[in-house]
């Protein structure tokens, strides 16, 4: 799921630092122009990133 894919990319990882809601955002967007995940989902985390940002950071393991 979407969800899936922006938490894998913003979480760290032991062979890279997580990246900002931004920059996850950034190739979110990136996938939905190659029509790998439906823009529309797309659009709505680029609504709510303000929220989801500090909800990852504070619930973060």
Request: hydrophobic share 40%; charged share 30%; net charge negative.
């Amino acid at each position: 799921s979407i969800a899936d894919v922006f938490s894998a990319l913003v979480e760290d990882r032991p062979y890279r630092t997580g990246m900002t809601g931004q920059e996850a955002l950034n190739v979110l967007r990136d996938l939905a122009a190659r029509h790998k995940i439906d823009p529309k989902l797309v659009n709505d985390v680029a609504t709510e990133l303000d929220t989801i940002t500090p909800l990852v950071s504070k619930y973060r393991t």
